[in-house]
Nanobody, 121 residues
């Protein structure tokens, strides 16, 4: 059974940092693009960042460019999202999602359960 398990969320003051982890199991890691999405109450789900594991290509939403960094540890089947200079508007439930063999993150195949990030001003 494929599982994506997020961890690392929490509460932090504006300007602080958090690192989110997405541990994947039962997938051929290199075949996937894995991304982070977020959803705040009353708002649409937003794509935050994506990494295509096979070639390491990354993408970011304009709202997080220069502040967030996505990376992967292929030996651990884990994707990380390092979030620096956090703002209150970054508060949301963050989900990781895995898409097979399309080279981009659309959130079609598998989702994690989400982890809450709260940034206070």
């Amino acid at each position: 059974e494929v599982q994506l398990v997020e961890s690392g969320g929490g509460s932090v003051q504006a300007g602080g940092s958090l690192r989110l982890n997405c541990a994947a199991s039962a997938i051929t890691f290199d075949d996937y693009a894995i991304g982070w999405f977020r959803q705040a109450p009353g708002k649409e789900r937003e794509a935050v960042s994506c990494i295509n594991i096979g070639d390491g290509r990354t993408t970011y939403a304009d709202s997080v460019k220069g502040r967030f960094t996505i990376s992967s540890d292929n030996a651990k089947n884990t994707v990380y999202l390092q979030m620096n200079s956090l703002k209150p508007e970054d508060s949301a439930v963050y989900y990781c999602a895995a898409d097979w063999a399309i080279g981009k993150c659309l959130g079609v195949d598998y989702w994690g359960q989400g982890t809450q990030v709260t940034v206070s001003s």
